[in-house]
């Protein structure tokens, strides 16, 4: 299975080490799927981990760090080509368009201008229930 993380998934990782995101990240780790990003990506996150708001959960340093372990442990492909404006919130299109590129089961995603989408291909699913699926089809 493949899937590509919404970096909001991955900064609730680093927030909430508990929650779902982080047994998802625990699950990749377990080799339950593999993990697809690109630079867009991981530009993005990195950004958002270096905003001042986040310095109670993470230091500038250790953000660093996550992202360069991210970038070298998932498979990383080239940012695609961008989609005609499918989401409510344009600036989310290009996830759609690496999921799409990159032929991935899912889209996991906790942001409802993605998740409230009528349908998508690949399906796009919150944390919760994409973790949900990881569990079914490990005890299969």
Request: glycine content about 2%; overall charge negative; aromatic content about 6%.
């Amino acid at each position: 299975m493949r899937a590509v993380l919404d970096p909001n998934v991955l900064v609730s990782a680093v927030i909430s080490p508990a929650g779902p995101p982080a047994q998802i990240l625990q699950a990749w780790t377990d080799e339950q799927f593999e993990l697809i990003a690109s630079p867009q990506l991981l530009n993005e996150l990195d950004e958002v981990l270096k905003r001042r708001k986040f310095r109670r959960w993470i230091s500038t340093q250790t953000a660093s760090r996550y992202v360069e372990a991210l970038a070298e442990a998932t498979t990383v492909i080239d940012d695609p080509a961008p989609l005609a404006r499918t989401s409510s919130d344009s600036n989310d299109d290009y996830l759609l368009a690496l999921a799409r590129a990159a032929a991935t089961d899912y889209l996991v995603s906790g942001d409802t201008h993605l998740t409230s989408l009528a349908s998508s291909e690949p399906p796009i699913l919150p944390p919760r229930e994409f973790l949900d699926l990881l569990h079914a089809s490990s005890r299969t």
